[in-house]
């Protein structure tokens, strides 16, 4: 089992930048993905940013060149750097871990708000 925990979000202007951060309760080099996803009020809850085990990274069209995903395998931490915030990134974002298995573990979310 894998424990995820989100700090990070928070209120910010359009334009401006956050990072969110994920702390796992293990290893997150033995896992075979982590990543972010986001769900807004009334939409389903979508991929934002991921990377496998191989070091493969995969982005949301939406989010290409303005966010950036990476990890610090000695912390077990994985973050997720926002820039150039718009008000459509609003939403409750989630950190997904994937063990080898491929059993699927997520954080409890941490709100963004961008907003002026």
């Known amino acids: 089992q894998v424990q995820l925990v989100e700090s990070g979000g928070g209120l910010v202007q359009p334009g401006g930048s956050l990072r969110l951060s994920c702390a796992a309760s293990r290893s997150i080099s033995l896992l075979y993905a982590m990543g972010w996803y986001r769900q807004a009020p009334g939409k389903q809850r979508e991929l934002v940013a991921t990377f496998t085990s191989d070091s493969r990274t995969n982005y949301a069209a939406s989010v290409e060149g303005r966010f950036t995903i990476s990890r610090d395998n000695a912390k077990n931490t994985v973050y997720l750097q926002m820039n150039s915030l718009k008000p459509e990134d609003t939403a409750v974002y989630y950190c997904?871990?994937?063990?080898?298995?491929?059993?699927?573990?997520w954080g409890q979310g941490t709100q963004v708000t961008v907003s002026s």
């Open positions: 997904n871990a994937q063990t080898l298995l491929r059993q699927s573990y």
